[in-house]
């Protein structure tokens, strides 16, 4: 039996997920601080709505726009950051002619993607393809584990929106209605040179949290980012939209949240649909 990661499976998958994976997300908050000035500078909202990223249990979000190589895409997804890490999503490939559509879950720290139609005909009627990190180890990039987003799907998609915090130029363009929310549109432009250097000042955690932003953005070679954030009444982002250049190709994302900190609960496939690398290398090595 012949298993083609890197073939049709691989390339429905690649660029969507790795794009809501790691470009998903957004800021989120508990409220105004009592006391607050009820008008702050472009700065120091664009901070705030930031620095309350950081407590968001789970959240639910919309994707559309543009990444390299795939072209454009869109979807909608679900993560929980807390208590323990679990995610869902569904994107689809517009550009892609044929098996443009593919599912994600992230479950007990393991990676399922379905394949579809293409994947059941090599693996024995068997769509789902299961990623164990921890069973995988220097294996999951052979099999093209970090492709996938493998190696993100357990950061905080909410810190990508953080970024923004490190421009030299974040500018209020007015006030617009997002999905029947009010909110306020602030813009700027940020490299990511200027965002680590804007990190230094900040505590361990949150400097931690917010490095992991960076990280795939580098691997795909953007250097800066133009970025767009609607902050609502709450100090939450209710959508951000960034831009750049990769070394493959353009990349145009917007984000738009639909809730947050509402119960998420994702279940693995069923083990009957579900092929196990981990356990297919071990037979291989073994015969």
Not at 202 to 226: F, H, I, N, P
Request: aromatic fraction near 4%; glycine fraction near 10%; charged fraction near 30%.
């Amino acid at each position: 039996m012949g298993i083609s990661v890197r073939g049709s499976v691989r390339r429905g998958a690649t660029g969507t997920a790795l794009a809501a994976l790691v470009l998903g997300g957004g800021a989120v908050a508990c409220g105004k601080t009592e006391g607050e000035s009820p008008k702050m500078t472009p700065a120091a909202a664009v901070a705030k709505a930031a620095k309350n990223a950081e407590d968001i249990t789970s959240l639910r979000y919309r994707v559309t726009g543009k990444v390299p190589e795939e072209g454009r895409i869109k979807g909608e997804a679900q993560m929980r950051m807390k208590p323990t890490v679990a995610m869902s999503m569904k994107m689809t490939a517009l550009d892609q002619p044929t098996d443009n559509q593919v599912e994600i879950r992230l479950v007990d720290k393991a990676m399922y993607i379905d394949g579809g139609a293409a994947a059941a005909k090599e693996m024995d009627g068997k769509s789902w393809i299961k990623f164990d990190m921890a069973a995988l180890g220097k294996d999951a990039d052979a099999l093209g584990g970090e492709s996938v987003g493998a190696g993100q799907a357990d950061k905080n998609p909410a810190q990508e929106s953080t970024l923004l915090t490190g421009s030299k130029d974040v500018e209020e363009v007015g006030t617009e209605t997002v999905d029947g929310v009010k909110t306020t549109h602030y813009k700027g432009t940020v490299t990511l040179d200027e965002f680590r250097a804007s990190l230094k000042d900040e505590d361990k955690k949150t400097r931690e949290q917010r490095e992991k932003a960076l990280e795939q953005y580098e691997k795909m070679g953007v250097k800066s980012l133009a970025m767009h954030m609607w902050i609502d009444g709450e100090d939450h982002t209710k959508q951000f939209r960034m831009k750049g250049d990769a070394d493959k190709g353009p990349l145009d994302m917007t984000i738009t949240f639909l809730d947050y900190n509402k119960p998420v609960t994702v279940k693995a496939p069923p083990a009957k649909d579900t092929m196990d690398l981990a356990e297919m290398m071990k037979a291989v090595q073994q015969g």
